[in-house]
């Protein structure tokens, strides 16, 4: 089943990006880069989970369960920029590399377990070719005060 397929039979829709000439926060830069059969996405951060917006520090007010919430929501606005670079999910080869930054207290330990909540979806889309490397650290602090924001590496057609 293609990627695009899959997406569909999950009941999932990408949500519409911001134009990538415009920041919404401000920063210098682009929301992806694509050199030879690499497309390197920009950090992300998810909107809401379950329509809430979530904000705050994992294991100081905001729990694994919505952390890894958000970390799927921002997997979906990944997979739209992985659309608008390529025109099709299904040009994705493979994950190649995920990077986690996760809004954590100075105790907080389970930054992989959130992550996951971005690992699972990109491999309920795109079966083995969705496994990645990955690192999940966590951050004293992350813009808008999220849970977690997340860059990826994927290889593309």
């Known amino acids: 089943m293609s990627a695009e397929d899959r997406l569909k039979e999950l009941g999932i829709t990408l949500p519409e990006m911001p134009p990538p000439n415009v920041n919404p926060v401000g920063a210098n830069n682009i929301p992806f880069v694509k050199t030879g059969n690499l497309l390197f996405l920009s950090g992300t951060i998810g909107p809401a989970a379950n329509g809430q917006r979530v904000v705050g ?46 809004n954590s207290a100075p105790t907080f330990t389970e930054q992989p377990r959130v992550a996951n909540g971005f690992s699972d979806l990109l491999v309920e889309v795109f079966g083995e070719n969705g496994r990645h490397a990955r690192s999940a650290i966590g951050v004293a602090a992350l813009p808008g005060d999220g849970p977690i924001e997340v860059e990826a590496i994927f290889e593309v057609d």
Not at 63 to 83: D, F, M, N, P, W
């Open 57 to 102: 520090k994992l294991g100081a007010g905001c729990s694994i369960e919505q952390g890894y919430e958000c970390a799927r929501e921002t997997a979906i606005r990944i997979l739209a920029r992985v659309r608008e670079a390529t025109g099709s999910l299904d040009r994705v080869r493979r994950v190649v590399k995920v990077l986690a930054f996760v």
